[in-house]
C-alpha cells in the first residue's frame, strides 16, 4: 500500500494494509485503525483497571506504542487484533502492579515512621501547585498545534470529533495531534505520572 492512502481506500483496506500504512506515516491510518479498536481495548483496559481515566491512559498508550512501532508488526505471528489487545492488556497489567506496589510502598512508609502536627492539606497543596507549574512548563514546550488539540480536549471538555469540526482540521490529523503530545507530555512527566500511580 502506497504511503498515500485516501479515506476511502482506507476504510475498505484489511488490518495489515492500516497497520502497514501506519509504518509508512500515514496518520490517517492511525485514525482509522483507532476508530476500528479503540471501543474494544478501552473496555478490556477498564475491566482489568477499574478506571476510565486509567482506561484512557493506556489506550493512548496503545496508539503511541502502534504509531512508534507499526513496522515491527509481524502478521505471521498474530492479528493486529490480538496484537494490540496484547499490547492493550499487557500496558493495563503493568499500571495495576505499579498502582499496588506503590500503595504498599505508602502504607509500609506510613506505619514504619507515622507523620504527626503535619498537615497533609498544606502538603498536598504544595505537591499539587508544583506539578501543576511543571505541566504548564512542558505544555508550553510542544508544538503549537498539538498544544491546541490537548488543550480543547482537557479544558474545554471537547472530543476529538468536535475539536475537527470546531477547528477545520482532519479528525485523523486530531488523533494523530494528540498521540503525538501526549507521548511528549507522558515521557517529560514521568516522575509525576509515577507518583500519581
Same mark, same amino acid.
Given at each position: 500500500?502506497?504511503?498515500?492512502v485516501s479515506d476511502?481506500?482506507l476504510?475498505?483496506a484489511?488490518d495489515g494494509?492500516?497497520?502497514?500504512a501506519i509504518?509508512?506515516?500515514?496518520q490517517?491510518a492511525?485514525?482509522?485503525?483507532?476508530d476500528?479498536y479503540?471501543?474494544?481495548?478501552?473496555g478490556l483496559?477498564?475491566?482489568?483497571?477499574g478506571s476510565?481515566?486509567?482506561?484512557?491512559?493506556?489506550l493512548?498508550?496503545?496508539?503511541?506504542? /502502534?504509531w #512508534? +512501532?507499526?513496522g515491527r508488526?509481524d502478521?505471521t505471528?498474530?492479528? %493486529?487484533?490480538?496484537?494490540?489487545v496484547?499490547? &492493550?492488556?499487557?500496558?493495563a497489567i503493568?499500571?495495576l502492579?505499579?498502582?499496588r /506496589?506503590? #500503595? +504498599?510502598?505508602h502504607?509500609t512508609?506510613h506505619q514504619?515512621?507515622p %507523620?504527626?502536627?503535619a498537615?497533609?492539606?498544606? &502538603?498536598?497543596?504544595?505537591?499539587?501547585v508544583?506539578r501543576r507549574?511543571r505541566?504548564?512548563?512542558?505544555?508550553?514546550r510542544i508544538?503549537?498545534?498539538?498544544?491546541?488539540?490537548?488543550e480543547?480536549a482537557?479544558?474545554?471538555?471537547?472530543?476529538?470529533?468536535?475539536?475537527?469540526?470546531?477547528?477545520?482540521i482532519?479528525?485523523?490529523?486530531?488523533?494523530?495531534?494528540t498521540?503525538?503530545?501526549m507521548?511528549?507530555l507522558?515521557k517529560a512527566l514521568?516522575d509525576?505520572?509515577?507518583e500519581l500511580?
Amino acid at each position: 500500500m502506497d504511503a498515500l492512502v485516501s479515506d476511502a481506500s482506507l476504510l475498505s483496506a484489511s488490518d495489515g494494509s492500516v497497520v502497514r500504512a501506519i509504518a509508512e506515516g500515514s496518520q490517517e491510518a492511525v485514525a482509522e485503525l483507532y476508530d476500528r479498536y479503540a471501543p474494544m481495548l478501552l473496555g478490556l483496559a477498564r475491566k482489568i483497571l477499574g478506571s476510565p481515566e486509567d482506561a484512557e491512559e493506556i489506550l493512548q498508550e496503545v496508539f503511541v506504542h /502502534v504509531w #512508534d +512501532r507499526a513496522g515491527r508488526y509481524d502478521p505471521t505471528r498474530s492479528s %493486529v487484533s490480538t496484537w494490540l489487545v496484547l499490547i &492493550a492488556r499487557s500496558r493495563a497489567i503493568d499500571r495495576l502492579r505499579s498502582r499496588r /506496589v506503590v #500503595d +504498599r510502598t505508602h502504607t509500609t512508609a506510613h506505619q514504619q515512621a507515622p %507523620v504527626e502536627h503535619a498537615s497533609a492539606d498544606g &502538603a498536598s497543596r504544595v505537591l499539587h501547585v508544583e506539578r501543576r507549574g511543571r505541566v504548564r512548563n512542558e505544555l508550553a514546550r510542544i508544538p503549537d498545534e498539538q498544544r491546541e488539540v490537548l488543550e480543547l480536549a482537557f479544558y474545554k471538555g471537547l472530543t476529538q470529533r468536535e475539536i475537527a469540526e470546531e477547528t477545520g482540521i482532519p479528525l485523523g490529523t486530531v488523533k494523530t495531534r494528540t498521540l503525538l503530545a501526549m507521548k511528549k507530555l507522558r515521557k517529560a512527566l514521568r516522575d509525576e505520572i509515577r507518583e500519581l500511580l
